[in-house]
């Protein structure tokens, strides 16, 4: 399969496209960096990555940023940044997408427990996974083709731990993330949230 991964040189990322290039056609997609840039805060250049790419099978999405603050401390900025980036950023991957790829392929998107768990600090994060959450669910009844869409919420990541100086005892590789990716592409439902630790334990077993 031919499949693009938009935030392919993050740490989850770089883990997908390592795992999945062992038997499939894999391009990594960074803002800056990887084998194609975008920037999913613009729509034309989310069109233009869909242009150049055709016959694809499936689109997963890793990225999109967000600020931990406390509410009242979050700017105009703060909330536009999560707005036009994790939130829209990834709605455009979906609403182009339907137009590109194949009949019976995928899109997965990525989220966090922050969608239903609500933590101090986390006001922007959880405002940006619950609504892709509500969105997905909603095209998933509108749409009119053979595309799944579902959605990741991975746990901690040990590596990014690592790299903040953070200790978090159930913190989950970038490596077992990733599979929990590929579990997800196999999947013929669509709209579900999948959360990793909980997939994690059903791969193992």
Not at 12 to 20: D, F, H, K, S, T
Not at 30 to 46: F, H, L, M, N, P
Not at 62 to 74: D, I, L, M, R, V
Request: hydrophobic letters at 40%.
């Amino acid at each position: 399969m031919k499949i693009l991964v938009v935030g392919g040189t993050g740490v989850i990322g770089n883990a997908i496209v390592e795992l999945l290039r062992k038997e499939h056609e894999v391009i990594s997609i960074g803002k800056t960096r990887g084998d194609y840039q975008v920037d999913i805060e613009d729509k034309a250049s989310i069109e233009k990555m869909y242009e150049d790419f055709k016959d694809i099978d499936g689109i997963i999405s890793t990225a999109g940023t967000a600020t931990y603050a406390p509410f009242q401390e979050q700017t105009d900025e703060d909330l536009d940044s999560v707005l036009n980036n994790k939130i829209k950023g990834q709605v455009n991957l979906i609403r182009l997408g339907m137009n590109h790829i194949k009949d019976n392929g995928f899109i997965i998107l990525t989220t966090g427990a922050a969608s239903h768990t609500p933590m101090p600090g986390g006001a922007s994060l959880s405002l940006a996974c619950a609504g892709i959450e509500g969105y997905v669910k909603v095209v998933d009844i509108e749409k009119q083709n053979n595309i799944r869409i579902n959605v990741v919420r991975p746990a901690l990541v040990t590596e990014s731990m690592e790299i903040w100086g953070i200790y978090a005892p159930n913190s989950v590789s970038a490596a077992d993330t990733a599979k929990v990716y590929q579990k997800v592409m196999e999947l013929e439902e669509s709209a579900i949230m999948v959360d990793v630790p909980e997939c994690l334990a059903t791969i193992k077993n």
